[in-house]
């Protein structure tokens, strides 16, 4: 099976910078995408195609991908980004067109 | 506005079938490039994508669950179904469907999201 690494927990103080980390053997061949969930809710499209963010999306969320690691980073976090953040990708083979890691909860102090 | 929305049984026995459908709007299954996947999440556990049709009818499944699950499209009813035999106490999750989008390198990646049916495995 393919998987992708996140750090299970994140913790920063309002108004720092939180870095979410995600790894995977295929992530220099693949894009990363990035999801937020807040509790009860569906999942949010943050970044896509490693550091693209859809319309509606603050600019303090960014994306950057370098090798075998993407990375979502928040900037100036608030109290509504607490949150869990997933990364998703796929193999470089065809085999898992859609694979998930498994979350980072964000908690903001 | 692109909406999706599940439905299905909220309890099913161990060893049944389950059926659950998307009912979607905004845009058409019959449009190039156009898939919907299903993706599911166990209480306090992560996503676990399953399944995926596209516009053209292809399929494509989870490797892990293939053998349980069927994927089909109505068009004309804007609706995908879902089937997965053999439930089992451990398939406890919401089951929520999105609509699914291919990037250059073949990875599919998920820019709206249904808000997902819980389904209860019990006897």
């Known amino acids: 099976s393919y998987e992708l690494t996140q750090p299970p927990s994140v913790s920063v103080s309002p108004g720092q910078t939180a870095r979410i980390t995600c790894s995977g053997d295929a992530l220099p061949k693949q894009y990363g995408y990035w999801y937020q969930q807040k509790s009860g809710q569906a999942p949010l499209l943050l970044i896509y195609?490693?550091?693209e963010r859809p319309s509606g999306i603050p600019e303090r969320f960014s994306g950057s991908n370098s090798g075998t690691k993407v990375t979502l980073t928040i900037s100036g976090v608030q109290a509504e980004d607490e949150a869990d953040y997933y990364c998703q990708s796929a193999d470089s083979s065809g085999t898992y067109p859609a694979v998930f890691g498994g979350g980072t909860k964000l908690t903001v102090l | 506005q692109v909406t999706l929305r599940e439905s299905g049984p909220a309890l099913v026995k161990p060893t049944q079938t389950v059926t659950l459908t998307c009912t979607f709007s905004?845009?058409?299954?019959?449009?190039?490039?156009?898939?919907v996947s299903w993706i599911r999440q166990p209480p306090g556990k992560a996503l676990e994508w399953l399944a995926l049709?596209?516009?053209?009818?292809?399929?494509y499944y989870s490797t892990s669950q293939k053998t349980r699950l069927t994927i089909s499209k109505d068009t004309s009813k804007n609706q995908v179904v879902l089937t997965m035999t053999n439930m089992d106490p451990v398939d406890t999750a919401t089951y929520s469907c999105a609509r699914s989008v291919r990037d250059s390198g073949g990875a599919y990646y998920f820019d709206y999201w249904g808000q997902g049916t819980l389904v209860t495995v019990s006897s």
């Open positions: 195609k490693d550091t």
């Open positions: 905004g845009f058409s299954l019959s449009t190039n490039a156009m898939c």
């Open positions: 049709i596209d516009w053209e009818d292809d399929k």
